[in-house]
C-alpha cells in the first residue's frame, strides 16, 4: 500500500539552526500539507500546498518557515532559525482529492 | 479558539464492548468531520468520515453518529478489540478546505 515516507524520523537541533524537514507523498497525490503536534496537544494545521504554490497557512506558520516541492517527489519544510517552541512531531500529509489525507509517521523535532 | 472538543479523554473497555468517543464543534460553517486513528510510532490514519447530509454512517465496526443541531458528532466501535487500542481524534473541516481542525485525541485501551 502506497505511504507518505518522512526522513529524518527524530531530529535534533539547536536553538537558532536551520533544519529541513523532508516528505515524500503518495506519488499520484496533488495536495500537501505539513501538521504539527507539540507533546500533549492537538495536531495543528501548518500549510497546505497545492499546484504549486501555498494554498492555506496558518498563524503559526510564520517567516521562520517555508516550503518547497524542490522536485517531482519530494515535499520539504525548512525552519530558518529554530526555537525552543517548534520542538514537536511534524506531520506531513498528502492527499489526491484534498478531502482524504494520508499521513506520514513524523518527524520528532528536538531543539535543544 | 477550541473548535472541535473530545470527550473521554482515556476510556477503557473490555474486549467485545462498546467503545464511544464524542466531539463536539463549535464552527457551523464546518461540513466534513473525519476519524483519525493513531497508533504509537504512526501518523494519524483515516478511519471514517461523514458529511452533514446523513445522520449516520457505519463501515464495519466502526461507525459515526452525527448530530447537526447540537454540533455534536460520535464514533461507534462495535465488537471492540485489542487491536482497536489507539489514540483516536475526531476531526472537522469545511468542504474543499482540507485545513482540519483537530480534537485533543482520545486513548482508547481495550482489555482482553
Known amino acids: 500500500e502506497p505511504e507518505v515516507t518522512q526522513t529524518p524520523s527524530h531530529q535534533v537541533t539547536q536553538m537558532g539552526q536551520e533544519v529541513i524537514l523532508r516528505c515524500v507523498p503518495i506519488?499520484?497525490?496533488?495536495?500537501f500539507y505539513w501538521y504539527r503536534q507539540i507533546l500533549g496537544q492537538k495536531v495543528e494545521f501548518l500549510v497546505s500546498?497545492?499546484?504549486?504554490?501555498?494554498?492555506?497557512k496558518s498563524e503559526i506558520f510564520d517567516d521562520q518557515f517555508s516550503v518547497e516541492r524542490p522536485d517531482g517527489s519530494n515535499f520539504t519544510l525548512k525552519i530558518r532559525s529554530t526555537k525552543l517552541e517548534d520542538s514537536a512531531m511534524y506531520f506531513c500529509?498528502?492527499?489526491?482529492?484534498?478531502?482524504?489525507?494520508?499521513f506520514g509517521s513524523g518527524t520528532q523535532l528536538s531543539v535543544l | 479558539q477550541q473548535q472541535v472538543k473530545q470527550s473521554p479523554q482515556s476510556l477503557i473497555v473490555q474486549k467485545g464492548g462498546i467503545s464511544i468517543i464524542n466531539c463536539a464543534y463549535e464552527?457551523?460553517?464546518?461540513?466534513?468531520f473525519p476519524w483519525y486513528q493513531q497508533f504509537p510510532g504512526k501518523g494519524p490514519a483515516l478511519l471514517i468520515a461523514i458529511r452533514p447530509d446523513v445522520s449516520e454512517k457505519k463501515e464495519g465496526r466502526f461507525t459515526i453518529s452525527f448530530n447537526k443541531s447540537a454540533k455534536q458528532f460520535s464514533l461507534h466501535i462495535m465488537d471492540s478489540q485489542p487491536g482497536d487500542s489507539a489514540t483516536y481524534f475526531c476531526?472537522?473541516?469545511?468542504?474543499?478546505?482540507?485545513?482540519?481542525?483537530f480534537g485533543k485525541g482520545n486513548q482508547v485501551v481495550v482489555i482482553p
Open positions: 476531526a472537522a473541516s469545511r468542504y474543499g478546505n482540507n485545513r482540519l481542525a
Open positions: 500546498f497545492y499546484n504549486n504554490e501555498i494554498s492555506e
Open positions: 506519488s499520484n497525490h496533488l495536495y
Open positions: 500529509a498528502s492527499s489526491e482529492d484534498g478531502e482524504k489525507l494520508f
Open positions: 464552527n457551523t460553517a464546518f461540513d466534513y
